[in-house]
Antibody, heavy 121, light 110 residues
Framework: EVQLVESGGGLVQPGGSLRLSCAASGFTFSSYAMSWVRQAPGKGLEWVSAISGSGGSTYYADSVKGRFTISRDNSKNTLYLQMNSLRAEDTAVYYC??????????????WGQGTLVTVSS | QAGLTQPPSVSKGLRQTATLTCTGNSNNVGNQGAAWLQQHQGHPPKLLSYRNNNRPSGISERFSASRSGNTASLTITGLQPEDEADYYCSAWDSSLSAVVFGGGTKLTVL
């Protein structure tokens, strides 16, 4: 059974940093691209970042480029999102998501339960 | 990054058929196809259709996806109360090298 478990969310002040983690199990982690997708309260889904199965290719939404860094440790079956220079508009539930292919294809077939990030003073 | 276009809301009666649309361009839906997701309030999204219009195992045959040019469609037949949810489409945009989502359609089953 595929499981994706996020951790690391919480309350952080504007300008602060936070690192999200996603522990994956139930599939061959290195064979699939992974993404972070967020959802602000009462809003729709917003793609944040994606990484290929090998970790060699990374992709970012314009809204987070230069502030967020996606990475993965295939030996630990774990996905990360380092978030710096956080802003109030980054407040959202952050979902870890598995793609159906080794490179991002926007066919996300499994989602974690999400972790809430709140940016506020 | 420009997203995909979905109608904000659709309302249909019980046991009727609803068709939801998702419009993109030749760099995303027209080229790569679109996936469809269902999200109930307070829960993570669930995949209904891969971008090649195939259903994951466990998804009811009442959900079917198709594409014509730059527009993808999700048809839900025999609407049930549990189908009331938000529906999103997603696609890979080869020009942006990014995933793009539609704004979502809230389906109400009357």
């Amino acid at each position: 059974e595929v499981q994706l478990v996020e951790s690391g969310g919480g309350l952080v002040q504007p300008g602060g940093s936070l690192r999200l983690s996603c522990a994956a199990s139930g599939f061959t982690f290195s064979s699939y691209a992974m993404s972070w997708v967020r959802q602000a309260p009462g809003k729709g889904l917003e793609w944040v970042s994606a990484i290929s199965g090998s970790g060699g290719s990374t992709y970012y939404a314009d809204s987070v480029k230069g502030r967020f860094t996606i990475s993965r440790d295939n030996s630990k079956n774990t996905l990360y999102l380092q978030m710096n220079s956080l802003r109030a508009e980054d407040t959202a539930v952050y979902y870890c998501a598995k793609d159906e292919e080794v490179v991002p294809a926007a066919s996300i077939d499994y989602w974690g339960q999400g972790t809430l990030v709140t940016v506020s003073s | 990054q420009a997203g995909l276009t979905q109608p904000p809301s659709v309302s249909k009666g019980l046991r009727q058929t609803a068709t939801l649309t998702c419009t993109g361009n030749s760099n995303n839906v027209g080229n790569q196809g679109a996936a469809w997701l269902q999200q109930h309030q307070g829960h993570p999204p669930k995949l209904l259709s891969y971008r090649n219009n195939n259903r994951p195992s466990g998804i009811s045959e009442r959900f079917s996806a198709s594409r014509s040019g730059n527009t993808a469609s999700l048809t839900i037949t025999g609407l049930q109360p549990e189908d009331e949810a938000d529906y999103y489409c997603s696609a890979w945009d080869s020009s942006l090298s990014a995933v793009v989502f539609g704004g979502g359609t809230k389906l109400t089953v009357l």
